[in-house]
C-alpha cells in the first residue's frame, strides 16, 4: 500500500523522552468511521484499560471518535512514543479486525500526528481539549453524554 503523503514528515525531529506527556492522534485507514459500531467502540474502550496496552507508560486522557482516536499519554521510562503506538494500533487491530469482516484495508493509517506538552502548557486544558471533541463535531451536546473517553481528572 502506497504511503501517504506527508507520513514521512510526521516522524521528522520526533524525541521519545521518558516521563514526558505527548498528545497524539491517530486516524482510522481512509478516515473510515468503523466505531459508529457499539461493538467496535466498545472493544477498543475494554483494550484501553489493560495495563499490557500500555506497558509502563501511563494514559492520562484518551477519547474515540469514529474515524480517529486521541489520547494524552506519559511515557514510561521503556518504551519510546512509537513503540506505545504501534502496541496500541496492534492490539485494537487484532481483536476488532476480525469483527469487521468487509475491512479490506487495516484499521488504522500509518502514523500518528503528536506533539510533546510543554512545562509551561496546562495539562489539564489539553485533557479537556481532547474531551470536548464530540462536542465540537457535534456528536453530543455535551462532553459527558459521550460514552468513549476516559481521564484520570474525572
Not at 485507514?29 to 474502550?45: K, M, S, V
Not at 451536546?141 to 481528572?153: E, K, L, Q, S, T
Request: glycine share 6%; hydrophobic share 40%; net charge positive.
Amino acid at each position: 500500500m502506497p504511503q501517504p503523503p506527508g507520513h514521512r514528515a510526521l516522524r521528522k525531529g520526533r524525541a521519545s523522552l521518558p516521563n514526558q506527556i505527548y498528545l497524539v492522534t491517530t486516524v482510522t485507514a481512509g478516515r473510515e468511521p468503523w466505531f459508529l459500531d457499539l461493538e467496535f467502540a466498545r472493544t477498543f474502550c475494554r483494550l484501553m484499560i489493560e495495563p499490557t496496552t500500555w506497558g509502563d507508560s501511563i494514559p492520562l486522557c484518551w477519547l474515540l471518535m469514529p474515524d480517529h482516536w486521541h489520547a494524552l499519554i506519559q511515557l514510561g521510562e521503556r518504551d519510546d512514543l512509537s513503540v506505545v503506538m504501534n502496541r496500541i494500533k496492534s492490539i485494537t487491530s487484532k481483536h476488532i479486525k476480525p469483527m469487521k469482516q468487509e475491512a479490506v484495508h487495516g484499521l488504522w493509517a500509518r502514523g500518528f500526528h503528536d506533539h510533546a506538552l510543554r512545562r509551561d502548557e496546562d495539562i489539564r486544558a489539553a485533557a479537556r481539549y481532547i474531551v470536548a471533541n464530540p462536542v465540537r463535531a457535534k456528536l453530543v451536546d455535551r462532553a459527558g453524554n459521550y460514552p468513549y473517553w476516559n481521564c484520570i481528572w474525572l
